[in-house]
């Protein structure tokens, strides 16, 4: 079954960068999407960004446009979310999602922290 573990994240400076890993494991195809969504403390989870199987296909949440980036390796079935000129009202758990193509179902990482003081 296929999971999805996260690293990266911590504590840095307004105006810092930051990036975020996410490893699918326990699968071997690329026949998903991927991205992040972050949940702020007392807040609703928030879409950030995602990207598509061929990574030609990106989105990205209106506030996180121009300073944030979504790539993936399809070979080592991983995902990056570089994140630039950090804020912070950023501050919040981040998490790795990946949505199956044949199946819809979506699953989860474990999330992780991500901390922008001012």
């Known amino acids: 079954q296929m999971q999805l573990v996260e690293s990266g994240g911590g504590l840095v400076q307004a105006g810092d960068s930051l990036r975020l890993s996410c490893a699918v494991v326990?699968?071997?195809?690329?026949?998903?999407?991927m991205g992040w969504f972050r949940q702020a403390p007392g807040k609703e989870r928030e879409f950030v960004g995602g990207?598509?199987?061929?990574?030609?296909?990106?989105k990205y949440a209106d506030d996180m446009k121009g300073r944030c980036t979504i790539s993936r390796d399809n070979t080592n079935n991983t995902g990056t979310l570089q994140m630039n000129s950090l804020k912070p009202e950023d501050t919040a758990d981040y998490y790795c999602?990946?949505?199956?193509?044949?199946?819809?179902?979506?699953?989860w990482g474990q999330g992780t922290q991500v901390t922008v003081s001012s």
């Open positions: 990207i598509g199987w061929s990574a030609g296909t990106q």
């Open positions: 999602y990946a949505r199956q193509w044949s199946t819809g179902v979506i699953y």
């Open positions: 326990g699968h071997r195809n690329s026949d998903y999407a």
